[in-house]
């Protein structure tokens, strides 16, 4: 989690992401920066993240992002 | 049932506004004289009395080919046109009988395109919507707000005269020469109904002393040799004057440059021409007065003021 | 045909309301159906035979989908463990396969009926060009209504079962209702089948709440569309029918006209689908977001065409941008370029795309692909200088979160907007380009050639004062203020003055009747 906080904070640093929970719908991330993010959490979790999961439920907190980490680890 | 209940006083609350708004929207003391139908429907009462001599009766074709302004300009003869789309025969003797009970015109022209419509065929929704555009002004008359915020005293004015002032132009790809006889897809018939409700009009006129006049003003989709034939033939039998600017007066239309819709109606170029020989007839009748020196007629001048003014800005 | 159509709005739409109501609860989606397919069938008559087809394709394509899948289960459960990679293989092969039919077969429509005479024309001048002797023959043939938002949604709804987002619904019925529900053939919203399908077949009664809470939202569509927008109309039809004979400023009013007119009337429309929905109880997704406050280009189109852009977006730009060639650039162009600008390669890639066929969607022209290359190049251009701008802003000490800088990023990228939307209503490219020149060539601040179009002094304080009040509008929902829950809230008296109040506001400052043109439909079209 920690870890993730990092990329997150890494890609835009001004969201307190223990707190939002609209990254995607606040427009906080906008789809160049969810591109980044996608490729930084591959790259840090040896998941793949298929096009149909990058959808606003699964990316508007550090939290929901973190559930679908684990899941698709779980998955494979 | 009480949410039925609120819907229907809902309702019944928004009709009441509406027609009060409507009352608003028309001149108040001619609401009061003919009530908010006859006003609404028939736009002449709003005339001052007995200032019409000439009244056009007739369908679409009038309101685009006949500008009663023109005809004040150049023969100070007062005309009005009290013409409805897609009018019928028993609306035209409707309007005729609410137009004298104001005025007392010395003529009336009819264009005779009216007399080859099937009142029947009139489909009953627009007759339903025709009742319902009248006893609900509003719609007809929402653009008189602006009549509330006019430095113009006369803001009640009608400026046009049942004219519609048209200038777009649609150029006819008919050959204007043989128009006529194209069009002729079936024989022209007028219908016992029809014979009968103008019949009615004669009898009118006469009893009003008002001259009555058959008219075909030039279109090359409404008109054709067989209406021409069948107008003049029945203009003859009721001894009916029958101007017909098809075939017997060549004004000169230009079809390329003076129709709005391609050969249908004229616009405002066309209906200069009509309007000019229109005055030179009733001249020579001798019926009628130039009113133009009239102190009396004096809001004609200020409504051609205006109707000058409002062409100069187009 | 158009919603706006009294007789549509105020007399089919109770109509069918009644006739819905009639029945019990579990024939109204039939009910709905049946309307839904006649009212396709009595705007474009016999290209129904198109819709039915095309629904029981995408129904098929589907349930195909949904039985390999289920088939892929059972022989798991069978295999070897290291044979499993293998079987899920070929079927995943199996079911692209269905999709890549259906696809096919449904985007072929499309292709015939709108797009098969540009090509044609185009591939013709070439083969002259090149002496080729021969010459493809221009079909005159209409469209089925609203095609273009059908095919979206319908492959919405065959890709989201090959995503596995959903499972294929095994009721053709509940299908055809969702692809085919009366007011959203016209000009979408592009809806997913989650959003609507079941709401719509549970045949929900329509209440006297639910009536009258579509009928205000209807009410406000008319607003925009008969006070605003088709002032607006009059403005701009002189202006783009005769652009030669106005000075610069009279074209910059058409042309700002035409991008607000196009946003009153479209979202008008949207308005009263939307209103529709409520009174069955469907959600209709939203289309607009007041889209003139966007901060930049990108922002204006998650708030403009909404339904649209999330379209492109969850089937153009991910899946191409996250394909595995380009995720494998992003991953080698990061390392070199850091994390702003090594997404932006692959990026802008399926961001090209999504602008291509964003135009093309739009319509068969050289001046929509213009159009949609020009968004395209003013976002990419907003991304590559973001850095930069971010970087002086900081130097200049400009907050960016303050609320002047947020009026001024909004009045850039609307201005931005206005000319993109010029190509867009131009007849071509050429005029598009000769009136921006013309604006610039011609300058002159005269405001008298306004008062020649027919509008006079009244009309422009009347589309002033209804722009205004949109204005104010927007600013309440743009912080999140429900203004029709709140009105809802207030007691009876203030409530049905309101009402009374924008009923009347229509009817007599509403620009119908003699002196007055209504816009066409614009969205229809496509």
Partial sequence: MEELIEILEDLQPDVDYETVDDLVDGRYLDSLTILSLISEIEDAFDVEIPTVEIIPANFNSAAKIWELIVRLQEED | ?314 | MSFFNPVFAFVFVPLVVVIYNLFPKKLRAFILLAISLLFFAFISKWLILYLVLSIVSIYMSGIGMQKLEEKKKEVLKTVEKDEKKAVKESYKKKRKFVLVLCIIFNVAFLFMFKYFNFFAVNLNLLMNYFKVGHQITIVKHIAPIGISFYTLEALSYVLDIYYGKIEADKNIFRVALYLAFFPQLLEGPIARYQDTANSLYEGNKVTFESFTWGYQRILYGFAKKLIIADRLNIIVKSVFEDWGRYNGFTIFVGIMSYTIMLYMEFSGTIDIVIGIGEMFGVKVPENFRQPFFAKNVSDFWTRWHISLGLWFKDYIFYPVSLSKSMKSLTGKAKKRLGNHYGPLVSGSVALLCVWLLNGLWHGAGWHYIFFGLYHFFMILMGNIFEPSVAKACEKLKIDRKKKGYRIFQSIKTTLLVFFGELFFRAPSMAVAFAMIARMFDAVSFSMSELMTFGMDSRDYVVLMLGMVGMFIMSVVREKGIDVRENISRKNIWIRWAIYYGLILLLLIFGAYGQGYVPVDPIYADF
């Fill in chain 2, 1 to 314: 049932m009480k949410k039925a209940l609120k819907g229907i006083v809902f309702v019944l609350i928004l009709c009441m506004l509406v027609e009060g708004i409507s009352v608003i929207l028309l001149p108040l003391d001619k609401v009061k004289k003919y009530g908010l139908y006859k006003t609404s429907a028939y736009e002449i009462v709003a005339e001052e009395e007995d200032s019409v001599d000439v009244i056009f009766l007739g369908d679409s074709l009038v309101y685009s080919s006949i500008s009663p302004m023109e005809i004040w300009d150049g023969y100070g003869y007062t005309c009005y046109d009290c013409a409805q789309p897609a009018q019928i025969m028993p609306y035209a003797y409707d309007y005729l009988e609410v137009a004298i009970e104001s005025q007392h015109p010395k003529m009336v022209f009819i264009e005779a395109n009216i007399m080859f419509r099937d009142p029947d065929k009139l489909p009953f929704y627009k007759k339903i919507a025709y009742r319902i555009e009248n006893y609900v002004p509003i719609v007809k008359y929402h653009s008189n707000w602006k009549k509330y915020f006019t430095k113009n005293k006369n803001s009640w004015l009608n400026v046009n005269k049942g004219y519609i002032y048209i200038t777009g132009v649609k150029p006819s790809k008919k050959d204007p020469l043989n128009y006529m006889d194209i069009n002729d897809e079936n024989e022209a018939y007028i219908l016992p109904e029809n014979r009968e409700c103008f019949d009615d009009m004669i009898k009118l006129c006469e009893e009003n002393d008002i001259k009555l006049v058959l008219l075909a003003v030039p279109s090359q989709k409404s008109w054709s040799r067989s209406k021409y034939n069948m107008v003049k033939e029945y203009a003859a039998e009721k001894n009916v004057d029958f101007i017909d600017f098809n075939i017997d007066h060549d004004l000169g239309i230009d079809w390329s440059t003076e129709t709005k819709d391609r050969g249908n109606h004229l616009n405002y170029w066309g209906a200069r021409k009509v309007s000019d020989y229109l005055g030179s007839y009733m001249e020579e009748t001798g019926i009628l007065t130039d009113h133009r020196e009239d102190e009396k007629y004096k809001s004609w001048n200020t409504a051609y003021g205006i109707y000058k003014n409002n062409l100069k800005k187009r």
